[in-house]
């Protein structure tokens, strides 16, 4: 049965008892707490804690949720069902059904008759678990269903008590595994054998709330939720891997053409018996990570070096690394990326427009790597010349850590390659530095972590007291003070000079989110004047203003009037209005490739980062300014309208991630089609009310992801008249008109630039006509023209090796050594050793001669026989160093 089928039998089965099929969310929601949803219930985390209603009739849904879970990327291929991206397919009951429902649903789909609709699994293979104390459900599963009660096992906290790993709900869950037979290990169920014993369907019995603690088995329980849920997972390719009678999860239909591609790229045959089993791990790492990767990109991300973007670089460059280490010579990543696209798509359409922008994303990263893989091959090189110059046979730790940490040079190709090289790696070493190197990454991030306020002073009020924003229709509300907190803890009052957090009940002031900065004002009444310097969100819906109390004082309780700054908001309208302009003139001018990544606005200024491999060209920056500014000469109308995600996907408008299936959405929509964007922020309502838009320029933030700046309203105006001041200033001391200005200092450069080649070969005159000099003091030491001197200040390494190399020529066929030094303009000690031919047939060797002069001026050299060169510190130690090599010529 292939994998779509799966999927839609899954689905069919939940739509026919009622469940509302929800598509699957982004794999990136916003929750600071996950990098990727890593569950089918992950969306659905506000109904369960009862903090909003579920949207469904009746109260029932199922979905089919991507996830990805990287914390077993090492395990991908090793064992036979870690993926890093699976689909999940759940069934959730709000308060509905419960145990009993849920597992007999599950038993009725996993046995179900194949023509029926179910999956026909044999109902004698299959095993289940349940917590400790659960009797009620080992009741069910052996009295209701009848699974024999040697089937049924019981597991611990660590196994069988679900929970995100994270405050939020959580119950005990009962689990199914399927038998895959004693050629997949030992005899005992899952208890003795979780490889032959295989996890297909997690079900939890979602009644409680866990608080803080760690890991899986050691945390609190805060208490019952408001109701009984199910949530339940079953994992989309495991059961694919059952159903299709393969081995391991890496070759079911979606993945093996992977494989086969690989086969092909490499040359290398999977599962030939005459080779190394890792060669297998290998294929399997290419095929998993491809998925993954290929679908965090269309979920939005590029790669980069930290969270996300950093997960999508490691994958991606697992595959490079496990293809080259397989055999393959150039590119293979254009073959992997289409055949998992045309594999996923049947269940995935909307990969089918984004081919394009996911190719380029991976591409780009493939020549990159393949650039760094080059250089650390270069350094590899090196490395292992100088150990076996020092007659070693293992390279060290650090060599090994600098390799990887620096230049992204994976251990195992540094292992592979010195074994090719003959030598030995100090593993141990290198696993030290790793080691302290992830030791430090981990208290930097605690240290951050500690650094957050603790949310739990909030909890309350983002239960009972939801804000009510007004700021859409009004600048002044009349409010009541719900709540003061200062320094963490909730207090009574607050007195002059105090800073506090103030929740209110209805604010007209913006709080910071979808990139726009939160708004600035005062909360009054009577004398008292509170200046709110910033006002953040907890949650999706509670407003946090952060005052200072200017006059008077505030009792919770007191009733107040919150006020915006007209003038702050008037900037911030015209600033967000800017740019939703900005980005729609920015996918006018470059496609729909150019996928927002994210923005920051606040009065008079704007950013806005976006997908997109290459920099912009200044008439593209022009082209984007130009059409932004006729956007506003058009003075359309701006309207804002409510309606659910779906109706406003349809509509067209640009959704970013985060939002949830079944919510209330808000588009803004500038000019009809020209701009239409989901946004909660605050808007003008004219775009000519957003004044002139001055783009600032472009630059990267990170690879694949560049930034674009610009200022709005009157900052725009005063922008554009300092440039003009700036542009005069230069023209008046080139006593030129303004608009000759580029050609004249076109001119004046290229002057420049030729003086300065001309004051250089001046110098290289000067400097070599000082060699017949030199050359009359050389000393004779035992034979050999010893010529030596320590040049002016400012004298650059290269004309050491100018005036070296034409004196080496000058002594012609006598024995000669010349050593010259020089501090250079950065203060630094360049030196040059040269040794004439007769004197290399003595046994002299400028390369030796340089290590003596290294010593001297605290520094190194290296090169060869006849020709060596280095840089030290301490100019003050040459005459010592010529003295040093006198001795070695005497010696
Ligand atoms: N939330 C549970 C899991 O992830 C079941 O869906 O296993």
Redesign the pocket.
């Known amino acids: 049965m292939q994998t779509h089928e799966i999927r839609e039998r899954f689905t069919q089965h939940f739509v026919q008892s009622g469940h509302e099929a929800v598509p699957s969310a982004s794999l990136i929601l916003d929750d600071p707490n996950l990098l990727f949803v890593?569950?089918?219930?992950v969306p659905f985390k506000p109904y369960f804690l009862g903090q909003q209603n579920p949207p469904f009739p009746q109260g029932k849904a199922t979905s089919i949720q991507k996830c990805v879970r990287t914390l077993d990327i090492e395990e991908v291929g090793i064992t036979t069902r870690h993926n890093t991206f699976f689909q999940?397919a759940?069934n959730f009951s709000f308060g509905q059904y419960f145990k009993k429902g849920a597992i007999e649903q599950a038993w009725s789909l996993l046995t179900g008759d194949v023509e029926q609709g179910g999956y026909g699994l044999d109902p004698e293979r299959l095993w289940v678990t349940v917590y400790l104390d659960d009797d009620e459900a080992a009741e069910i599963w052996e009295q209701h269903i009848g699974v024999p009660s040697e089937r049924i096992q019981r597991l611990g906290m660590a196994d069988n008590y679900?929970s995100m790993g994270i405050p939020g709900p959580c119950g005990p869950?009962s689990e199914i595994y399927y038998d895959r037979g004693p050629e997949y290990g030992k005899e005992g169920g899952p208890i003795a054998d979780d490889n032959r014993y295989m996890e297909i369907w997690?079900?939890?019995f979602m009644e409680k709330e866990r608080g803080e603690g760690i890991g899986k088995g050691n945390f609190e329980i805060l208490g019952d939720l408001p109701k009984k849920n199910i949530?339940?997972?079953l994992g989309v390719e495991r059961v694919a891997c059952i159903l299709q009678g393969v081995d391991n999860v890496y070759e079911t239909d979606l993945l093996r053409p992977v494989i086969d591609v690989a086969e092909e790229v490499t040359g290398t045959k999977y599962e030939d018996p005459d080779t190394d089993r890792i060669n297998d791990i290998r294929f399997r790492v290419i095929a998993d990570h491809s998925r993954t990767a290929m679908m965090i990109i269309l979920d939005g991300v590029t790669p980069g070096n930290v969270g996300r973007g950093y997960i999508l670089r490691r994958l991606l460059r697992r595959i490079i690394r496990s293809a080259r280490l397989l055999g393959a010579q150039g590119k293979t990543m254009e073959r992997f990326m289409n055949t998992i696209m045309d594999t996923m798509t049947p269940s995935y359409p909307e990969i089918a427009e984004q081919r394009e922008r996911i190719l380029k994303v991976a591409l780009a990263e493939e020549t990159a790597f393949l650039r760094t893989l080059e250089s650390g091959t270069h350094l590899f090189e090196q490395a292992a010349g100088q150990v076996k110059a020092q007659g070693g046979a293992t390279l060290s730790g650090q060599e090994a850590f600098t390799l990887h940490d620096t230049y992204g040079f994976p251990i195992d190709l540094t292992l592979e390659m010195a074994s090719e090289a003959g030598l030995k790696v100090d593993e141990e070493g290198f696993h030290k530095l790793m080691a302290e190197q992830v030791a430090r990454a981990k208290a930097d991030s605690q240290a951050k972590k500690h650094g957050h306020a603790d949310l739990s002073v909030y909890r309350q009020f983002v239960d009972e007291h939801p804000t009510e924003f007004t700021g859409f229709e009004e600048l002044n509300s009349n409010s009541k003070v719900l709540g003061l907190i200062r320094d963490g803890q909730q207090v009574q009052e607050a007195a002059e000079g105090d800073e506090v957090e103030v929740i209110l009940d209805v604010t007209p002031l913006y709080a910071e989110s979808g990139g726009q900065l939160g708004d600035r004002g005062t909360i009054e009444a009577g004398g008292t004047v509170l200046r709110v310097g910033d006002v953040q969100k907890v949650g999706k819906k509670l407003w946090v203003h952060k005052a200072t109390v200017e006059q008077g004082g505030l009792i919770v309780g007191d009733d107040v009037q919150a006020l915006v700054d007209p003038a702050w908001r008037h900037a911030a309208r015209q600033a967000h209005s800017a740019t939703h302009l900005i980005h729609a003139a920015l996918r006018e001018v470059l496609g729909p490739t150019a996928v927002q990544a994210g923005s920051m606005n606040k009065p008079g200024y704007l950013r806005f980062d976006f997908n997109y491999t290459d920099a912009l060209s200044p008439q593209q920056l022009e082209q984007i300014q130009a059409i932004s500014n006729q956007a506003v000469d058009a003075d359309w109308q701006v309207n804002t309208i409510e309606t659910s995600l779906e109706e406003a996907k349809a509509m067209g408008a640009m959704a970013l991630f985060g939002e949830n299936y079944g919510e209330v959405v808000r588009v803004v929509e500038i000019g009809g089609p020209f701009s239409m964007e989901l946004c909660g922020g605050t808007h003008v309502s004219h775009s000519s009310q957003i004044g002139p838009v001055a783009v600032l320029g472009e630059s990267s933030v990170g690879s694949g992801v560049r930034r674009i700046e610009a200022y709005s309203g009157l900052d725009s105006f005063r922008y554009l008249s300092k440039e003009r001041a700036l542009v005069e200033g230069v023209a008046s001391s080139l006593k030129a008109k303004s608009e000759e200005v580029p050609e004249r200092v076109a001119a004046l450069t290229q002057k420049l630039k030729e003086a300065e080649k001309t004051i250089a070969e001046l110098h290289r005159k000067q400097l070599l006509s000082g060699t017949a000099e030199m050359l009359a003091g050389a000393e004779d030491v035992a034979g050999v023209q010893f010529v030596h001197q320590q040049l002016p200040k400012g004298t650059e390494a290269k004309d050491l090796r100018t005036l070296a190399t034409d004196l080496k020529q000058k002594l012609g066929g006598a024995p000669g050594v010349v050593v010259l030094g020089a501090e250079d303009a950065r203060s630094r000690v360049p030196f040059v050793v040269g040794v004439t031919k007769v004197a290399i047939d003595q046994g002299l060797s400028a390369k030796e001669l340089a290590a003596v002069v290294g010593q001297y001026v605290n520094g190194n050299g290296g090169g060869k026989a006849d020709m060596a060169q280095g840089s030290g510190a301490q100019i003050g130690g040459f005459s010592q160093a010529v003295a040093a090599v006198r001795e070695a010529l005497n010696s």
């Open positions: 890593n569950a089918g219930m999940m759940g679900w869950c997690n079900l939890v949530d339940t997972g």
